[in-house]
């Protein structure tokens, strides 16, 4: 079957704008996942849902990011008055059951705030 | 607190030569440990999972690698370098899902 998708690709927006990162996973995936990795490290842990709850948001930034998965499969990442320093890769993975298992990633949104 | 500690941020090695990449955890329990490459403008994708079964765990392309609990280790082996093996190398603790700095690896003709 199909892989995780992304979309946008890519993202340019300006410091201070809204902006809304989707993501598509595995059909039947019960965990879905949120990550940013910025240049030269390694991806950064955001949020993890189970279903439609987030199981753990402990690695959101601040209040300014927010995520959501109303039905359990499709999920956004909204960021509100987008920083410079938000610029990175944003990725996105899911996996059958929980964290445990095996993460399938998807191709990453690459947002560069100007 | 879960965190994960790659040793060494790049790694250079001939091709047909051995590999080793090291990673040292700390967790509150016995976690589960990944290893995940990540080639040039490619998504990421898993090598081998450690669950608490067998502490030698093979995985893709040749990979293994072993769980030393004494030790808090769980270093990324591989007998023979292939140019293709060439990429960053991620060890990730699923307690919290935390990330390495990662390895870039780099295979010499």
């Known amino acids: 079957g199909a892989g995780v998708s992304q979309t946008p690709s890519n993202k340019v927006t300006e410091k201070g704008k809204y902006v809304e990162l989707r993501c598509d996973p595995i059909?039947?995936?019960?965990?879905l996942y949120w990550y940013r990795q910025s240049l030269g490290q390694g991806p950064e842990f955001l949020i993890y849902?189970?279903?439609?709850?987030?199981?753990?948001d402990s690695g959101l930034p601040n209040d300014r990011f927010f995520a959501v998965r109303p039905e359990g499969s499709v999920s956004t990442l909204k960021i509100q008055r987008t920083e410079r320093g938000d610029s990175a890769v944003y990725l996105c993975?899911?996996?059958?059951?929980?964290?445990?298992?095996?993460?399938?990633f998807g191709p990453g949104t690459r947002l560069l705030v100007l | 607190a879960q965190s994960v500690t790659q040793l060494d941020s790049h790694v250079s090695v001939s091709e047909g030569t051995p590999v080793l990449l090291r990673c040292n955890y700390s967790?509150?329990?016995?976690?589960?440990l990944f290893w995940y490459v990540q080639h040039p403008n490619k998504g990421l994708q898993l090598l081998l999972k450690?669950?608490?079964?067998?502490?030698l765990v093979k995985g893709i392309n040749g990979f293994e690698a072993e769980f030393k609990k004494s030790e808090t280790s769980f270093h990324l082996t591989k007998p023979s370098a292939h140019m293709s093996d060439a990429a960053e190398y991620f060890c990730?603790?699923?307690?919290?899902?935390?990330f390495g700095a990662g390895t870039r690896l780099t295979v010499k003709p």
């Open positions: 990730v603790v699923s307690e919290g899902m935390r």
């Open positions: 450690y669950t608490s079964a067998a502490t």
């Open positions: 993975a899911s996996s059958l059951y929980g964290r445990a298992e095996t993460q399938y």
């Open positions: 059909s039947g995936h019960t965990a």
């Open positions: 849902f189970q279903g439609t709850g987030a199981a753990d």
């Open positions: 967790s509150s329990y016995s976690p589960s």
